[in-house]
Nanobody, 121 residues
Framework: QVQLVESGGGLVQAGGSLKLSCAAS????????VDWYRQAPGKRRELVAS???????IYADSVKGRFTISRDNAKNTVYLQMNSLKPEDTAVYYC???????????????WGQGTQVTVSS
């Protein structure tokens, strides 16, 4: 029905930048809030950034001033621009979206498969 596909991860040196994308496809009526989470080995999954349908942004303290979340509603895509990356940002990054289906206009939560971000020191 709905798929979320993350892309843009990779290996970067400390201080570098990456831009992640989360593209939604399928029988979509609308997309509400979209979140980026990350999970490092041996750690809990944590919320990194969130954006509402109206464009309100929320960030974890650990990434404020370095990461920027944005969305292109026409493309059903949300981005996470990550600057000044640190080794502690190394994790698998996942997007989670609240999507209303075209078939019933009800919202459901969907997750992407994740994309690896590795920051070397």
């Amino acid at each position: 029905q709905v798929q979320l596909v993350e892309s843009g991860g990779g290996l970067v040196q400390a201080g570098g930048s990456l831009k992640l994308s989360c593209a939604a496809s399928g029988s979509i009526f609308s997309i509400n809030a979209v979140d980026w989470y990350r999970q490092a080995p041996g750690k809990r999954r944590e919320l990194v950034a969130s954006i509402t349908s109206g464009g309100r942004e929320i960030y974890a303290d650990s990434v404020k001033g370095r990461f920027t979340i944005s969305r292109d509603n026409a493309k059903n895509t949300v981005y996470l621009q990550m600057n000044s990356l640190k080794p502690e940002d190394t994790a698998v990054y996942y997007c989670n979206a609240q999507v209303a289906l075209a078939s019933n206009n009800r919202y459901y939560s969907y997750w992407g498969q994740g994309t690896q971000v590795t920051v070397s020191s």
